[in-house]
Every structure is written in structure tokens, then in C-alpha cells.
């Protein structure tokens, strides 16, 4: 329903109400409470108003729901889409790439394409990321010990 109010809910707050104020009150209860709404809505939709010719006309199709960053970015990148932003968000599929990766290591591994001895060259370029390193290099530091110091 609205508010996130279930029909159970909804049927225990009208029960709580008539409790409350009874039957012969609450129907001067709901005419106030809906009059209140009503000039908070028409209070709001004039400050709006006012808000709006305050900024001029280059405002005018100024929503306050693009005050929110989301909604601002969506409408201004997403919806115009000079960029091409949309074929490029839909071009990658990254579990499919990481399939892929995972795949690849695994074929590497299992074909004994890569040893286990750490690179010192760094002359083979992306294959070093791939490598497995089992003991620390010369220039590499040892761990921080914090009672030490």
C-alpha cells in the first residue's frame, strides 16, 4: 500500500484512531488533519513557484529533484547521451572478462607455463603480474613490527 503500511496495519491504526478520539470526533479529525495537508502542499508548491521566478528564466525546467547528485548526473550524462556513454557501459560484461582472466591463469598454470621462481628482469612485460612469487625479493622490506618501536 502506501508508506510501506500493510492492510493489517492500516486496519489497527483506523481501529487505534476511533479508540482514540471516537466515532462522533474522528470525522472532524480527518477533515482537520486533511485540511493541514492540504495547505502544507499549496505552501510548498508556492515556495517552489517563488523559488523559480527568483531564478529567472534560464531556469525554468529546474526540477528540486535534480538537487539530489544522482538523479542530476543521470539526467544530465545519462538521458542526453552525446558521449555514447550507455553502448559503452553495455560493452562490458566484467564477469565475463574475469571467466575469461580465470581461465587463462588456469591454462597457464596447469601447462607449466609459469614457473614459480620471482622475475627479476621485468623484461617479459604483463606475464610478471601473472607469476607467482614464493619468497620476498631482495629490496623488499620486512614486516612493521609495532612493539619495536
Known amino acids: ?35 493541514f495537508i492540504r495547505k502544507v502542499r499549496e505552501f510548498s508548491d508556492s515556495a517552489k513557484e517563488d ?29 542526453k547521451d552525446e558521449l555514447g556513454l550507455k553502448e559503452i557501459r553495455n560493452g562490458f560484461d566484467f564477469s565475463k572478462e574475469m571467466a575469461e582472466v580465470g581461465d587463462v591463469t588456469q591454462a597457464r598454470d596447469t601447462t607449466g607455463g609459469v614457473d614459480s621462481a620471482p622475475s627479476s628482469g621485468g623484461a617479459s612485460g604483463g606475464s610478471d603480474l601473472l607469476r607467482k612469487r614464493d619468497k620476498p625479493e631482495r629490496d623488499d622490506r620486512p614486516p612493521f613490527d609495532s612493539d619495536a618501536t
Open 1 to 35: 500500500m502506501f508508506f510501506d503500511i500493510g492492510p493489517l496495519e492500516l486496519i489497527a491504526l483506523i481501529i487505534l484512531a476511533v479508540l482514540i478520539f471516537g466515532p462522533d470526533k474522528l470525522p472532524k479529525v480527518i477533515q482537520d488533519a486533511a485540511r
Open 51 to 79: 523559488i523559480r521566478t527568483e531564478l529567472g528564466p534560464d531556469f525554468k525546467d529546474f526540477e528540486f529533484e535534480d538537487l539530489n547528485p544522482k538523479t542530476f548526473a543521470r539526467k544530465h550524462l545519462l538521458d
